[in-house]
């Protein structure tokens, strides 16, 4: 019942979220697009020559690429792009992780307005203009934008865009009805000043993760009502699916180990019940597993619990273009509780590795 309340809510809040964007009152300030990027020679070309094909020209943003210490062909690859404009800039050896290449980038940006993306990401022409225009419009601090998965190929990628679906929606939801905070770096803007004022990473550099959502949090309790979220088609961004479930579970204990940094009660009680559900419905999978004579009770709260979040899902979906992945939300249900619960315990008690570093 509390469970249904919440997704109602959300769904309430994502319609009220698609309105129209606000008029620019003051003409588009001048942008840096930081780029934080490791070992990234797959994707940081085709990223560049998005970059650089904006419709709003380069004399409304610069793009600078922070290398987080690339052991692959990253560096040489951006070099290729120096005769366009492309600054370059590589941590120092006793620096490492996103934070540092964020902070590296912000401190060296020609521009007051900053920007984050990575380095798998494809951008629309519309993209750095859509941002700035929604910034002139309504003066934010900090502005979060739409994130997709850029392929759905295989049943693992089918899997990962939906979940990232799930929460692409409830971020344009709870930031548009200012609930509480969520947001992803690959589509972010806020200001140098606000930046600096909440003193940067200072207080959350401990957390290998966060860069983004917990930045955002500082941000919001600073600036009172002036982190808003850009609810466009124009502006969101793609970024690639991991291509393992090794990878997926250790990319998703990531996310899930920086929750509990969140400062906000009522996030913090969503999430609870949320696992707190999906736990409970492992337990009775497992226990159909020995007694088959529950498995039909089983099977009931799992198609309930798809019937409530279909509509809310189906919306989101329709946004971001991917209803044909809508066929497989009811096949995926099984696999994404036992995902819930296994990502969000394992997040509590142990490290992960990510892009061939060790993190906790």
């Known amino acids: 019942m509390i469970y249904g309340l919440i997704i109602a809510r959300a769904e309430l809040d994502l319609i009220r979220a698609a309105h129209p964007l606000p008029l620019a009152v003051r003409p588009m300030e001048k942008a840096t697009v930081i780029v934080p990027a490791r070992n990234e020679e797959r994707f940081i070309g085709r990223c560049l020559e998005g970059l650089l094909n904006q419709d709003c020209g380069p004399d ?36 490492q992780g996103k934070k540092a290449a964020l902070a590296k980038g912000i401190a060296l940006a020609s521009h007051e307005i900053i920007i984050t993306t990575d380095a798998d990401c494809v951008h629309p022409r519309t993209w750095v203009s859509r941002l700035l225009q929604h910034r002139a419009g309504t003066q934010a601090e900090l502005l979060a934008a739409p994130v997709c998965m850029r392929t759905e190929r295989t049943f693992l990628e089918r899997f990962q865009s939906l979940d990232f679906l799930s929460l692409q929606a409830i971020t344009a939801a709870a930031v548009s009805a200012k609930r509480f905070n969520m947001c992803n770096g690959a589509n972010l803007l806020y200001t140098r000043a606000a930046f600096r004022y909440v003193n940067g990473f200072q207080g959350i550099d401990h957390v290998a993760s966060g860069d983004d959502v917990l930045l955002m949090e500082k941000i919001a309790r600073a600036f009172p009502g002036k982190v808003q979220y850009c609810y466009s088609k124009d502006a969101f961004v793609e970024t690639e699916p991991v291509a393992s479930w090794y990878e997926f579970f250790q990319q998703r204990i990531r996310w899930a180990g920086k929750s509990t940094q969140f400062s906000s009660t009522l996030i913090q009680l969503i999430l609870l019940i949320v696992y707190l559900l999906n736990l409970i419905i492992f337990c009775m999978m497992f226990v159909s597993v020995i007694q088959p004579a529950l498995l039909v009770y089983t099977l009931l709260v799992l198609v309930l619990k798809a019937v409530v979040e279909y509509s809310f899902m189906n919306r989101a979906a329709l946004f971001f273009g991917k209803k044909a992945l809508m066929k497989w939300f009811i096949v995926v249900q099984p696999l994404y509780t036992a995902y819930i619960v296994g990502a969000a315990t394992l997040g509590f008690f142990r490290s992960y590795e990510w892009k061939g570093r060790k993190m906790r």
């Open 60 to 95: 409304h943003y610069e793009i600078l690429v922070v290398d987080d210490g690339s052991e692959d062909r990253t560096a040489e690859i951006v070099h290729s792009f120096f005769s366009r404009g492309v600054r370059y800039e590589r941590l120092e050896a006793d620096k």
